[in-house]
T-cell receptor, first 111, second 116 residues
Framework: QKEVEQDPGPLSVPEGAIVSLNCTYSNSAFQYFMWYRQYSRKGPELLMYTYSSGNKEDGRFTAQVDKSSKYISLFIRDSQPSDSATYLCAMSGSGTYKYIFGTGTRLKVLA | GAVVSQHPSRVICKSGTSVKIECRSLDFQATTMFWYRQFPKQSLMLMATSNEGSKATYEQGVEKDKFLINHASLTLSTLTVTSAHPEDSSFYIC????????????FGAGTRLSVL
């Protein structure tokens, strides 16, 4: 079993839809939870950063962490074609700066 | 803020040559930087952790003599692929963790290496 599981997709949605992206994990020591967006042939871009449990909102993006279920989510409201990319979740525990990445979910927002 | 510059973005070289990739944090200091490798449609694979002023820490299975890392300043880390072969062709990405705290990594744009 991988430490971090993420559905690779692809996930296709119409423009304006609410997108839900998820990751599950097995290591209860994870404390830091990140979401990155990666366009083809580019480096990952940080979208959301959450420490421990709870929700965090930034514009059209909302990140949720449920440590009791070992489950994190990223919601994208009013999705746009420019949101079409691969979304990577990443996690890290206290005392280490190393990230464990999910496999990434390919998202396509159709105009 | 939090910009990481990676250069070059694309390199094509002949088998047997060495290639150097630079990773710079432009507006913050980073004692710790990371080097990743990414295969098509796959996630990022950590190759090594680069520590300013000390030796890099390599992940299991990564050849130290093949992938030389130097982190000589708080804003620059370099990865040298020595005696490159076609199997080294890949997308290499660096990241930097700001010294100001937290556990965030900011990534460079990546370098696509093609070894002929």
């Amino acid at each position: 079993q991988k430490e971090v599981e993420q559905d690779p997709g692809p996930l296709s949605v119409p423009e304006g839809a609410i997108v839900s992206l998820n990751c599950t994990y097995s290591n209860s020591a994870f404390q830091y939870f990140m979401w990155y967006r990666q366009y083809s042939r580019k480096g990952p871009e940080l979208l959301m950063y959450t420490y421990s449990s709870g929700n965090k909102e930034d514009g059209r993006f909302t990140a949720q962490v449920d440590k009791s279920s070992k489950y994190i989510s990223l919601f994208i409201r009013d999705s746009q074609p420019s949101d079409s990319a691969t979304y990577l979740c990443a996690m890290s525990g206290s005392g280490t700066y190393k990230y464990i990445f999910g496999t990434g979910t390919r998202l396509k927002v159709l105009a | 803020g939090a910009v990481v510059s990676q250069h070059p973005s694309r390199v094509i070289c002949k088998s047997g040559t060495s290639v150097k990739i630079e990773c710079r944090s432009l507006d913050f200091q980073a004692t710790t930087m990371f080097w990743y490798r990414q295969f098509p449609k796959q996630s990022l694979m950590l190759m090594a952790t680069s520590n300013e002023g000390s030796k890099a820490t390599y992940e299991q299975g990564v050849e130290k003599d093949k992938f030389l890392i130097n982190h000589a300043s708080l804003t620059l880390s370099t990865l040298t692929v020595t005696s490159a072969h076609p199997e080294d062709s890949s997308f290499y990405i660096c990241s930097a963790r700001p010294n100001r705290g937290g556990n965030i990594q900011y990534f460079g744009a990546g370098t696509r290496l093609s070894v002929l």
